[in-house]
């Protein structure tokens, strides 16, 4: 069974910097980073496939950046220029079917989120 632990969540001014850590214990094919503000429904904001193609939404394309280190089985989220818009719970979510995508019912297990605030 896969399990997923979030880290590094935290508070920052705008156009600063956060990265973002899931730590992955068992198989997974894709993984991806979903955000959820207070009210709104979750969004893709990253995901990678098995052989680390990525895919972003326009929202933060090239600003947002996802990899994996399979050694330290661990998926990163680095986040840079960082709007009060991006402010929200971010999950790390797994998925072991064949399809990737920024899409959450591709997505099997989910990580108990990490908090990002961005201030003005």
């Known amino acids: 069974q896969v399990q997923l632990v979030e880290s590094g969540g935290g508070s920052v001014q705008s156009g600063g910097s956060l990265r973002l850590s899931c730590v992955v214990s068992g198989y997974t094919q894709c993984m991806g980073w979903f955000l959820q503000a207070p009210g709104k429904e979750r969004e893709g904001v990253a995901d990678?496939?098995?052989?680390?193609?990525?895919n972003y939404p326009d929202s933060v394309k090239g600003r947002f950046i996802i990899s994996r280190d399979s050694l330290k089985k661990t998926v990163y989220l680095q986040m840079n220029d960082l709007k009060p818009e991006d402010t929200a719970m971010y999950y790390c979510a797994a998925g072991t079917g064949n399809i990737c995508s920024l899409l959450s019912r591709h997505f099997d297990t989910w990580g108990q989120g990490t908090q990002v605030t961005v201030s003005s």
């Open positions: 990678i496939d098995g052989l680390g193609r990525t």
